[in-house]
């Protein structure tokens, strides 16, 4: 069955502190993946995604992830964590870039304390 | 980068009645689009995906008949649900696939947060 787990629901991290969030996925096909952040209220933002290639792959606003497709995981990374990335973040799989739908992991929360 | 509207942005509805949402592509024009229903802490779920000038495929376990969806213009995807009830009441995200000689990319949108007493 295709799948993504992400196995942290809520995750906290002090404000300048380096974080990651998992995710484990199944999925049948090669796989293309993605990390999308969603603030309160708001829709999915795109940080990154993975096709081929360098399996580390560089998003937007510092966020790097690492494909393992020995692990079957794609791990989001981040540095040194600002307040303002305090949000819902989901991984996802999909079959092509874009055409067709995405499964979702359950999300992980990130929280960030000063 | 590429916008992706939805209205309403939040409707409360009494039971039985239907509700329109609509998902706006602004600067490009969509040949797919999907929408999916998030439930609180949960994930995203797909319930169809629709193509422009034709009929939506439905994911299994979605009702065709309750969530109509028509997609009549590259820009623009229209999600009814029909005689809604409480258990109706969710998040629904739209996204909209852009497509062009550098990019393949879903752009989702704010989403329509759907209340039914």
């Known amino acids: 069955a295709q799948s993504v787990t992400q196995p942290d629901i809520h995750i906290t991290v002090s404000e300048g502190a380096s974080l990651e969030l998992r995710c484990n996925y199944s999925y049948g096909a090669t796989p293309y993946l993605f990390w999308y952040v969603q603030s309160p209220g708001q829709g999915l933002q795109l940080l990154l995604k993975?096709?081929?290639?360098?399996?580390l792959v560089q998003g937007i606003k510092g966020f790097e992830a690492e494909f393992k497709r020995s692990q079957s995981s794609f791990n989001l990374r981040k540095p040194s964590v600002h307040w303002s990335d305090a949000a819902e973040y989901f991984c996802?799989?999909?079959?092509?870039?874009?055409?067709?739908?995405?499964?979702f992991g359950k999300g992980t929360t990130l929280s960030v304390s000063s | 980068g590429a916008v992706v509207s939805q209205h309403p942005s939040r409707v409360i509805c009494k039971s039985g009645t239907s509700v329109k949402i609509e998902c706006r592509s602004l600067d490009f024009q969509a040949t797919t689009m999907f929408w999916y229903r998030q439930f609180p802490k949960q994930s995203l779920m797909l319930m169809a995906t629709?193509?422009?000038?034709?009929?939506?495929?439905?994911e299994q376990g979605v009702e065709k008949d309750k969530f109509l969806i028509n997609h009549a213009s590259l820009t623009l995807s229209t999600l009814t649900v029909t005689s809604a009830h409480p258990e109706d009441s969710s998040f629904y995200i739209c996204?909209?696939?852009?497509?062009?000689?550098?990019?393949?990319?879903?752009?989702f949108g704010p989403g329509t947060r759907l209340t039914v007493l």
């Open positions: 629709s193509n422009e000038g034709s009929k939506a495929t439905y």
């Open positions: 993975y096709f081929s290639g360098d399996t």
């Open positions: 996802a799989v999909g079959a092509s870039q874009a055409g067709t739908a995405l499964i």
């Open positions: 996204s909209a696939r852009r497509s062009g000689r550098d990019t393949d990319t879903q752009y």
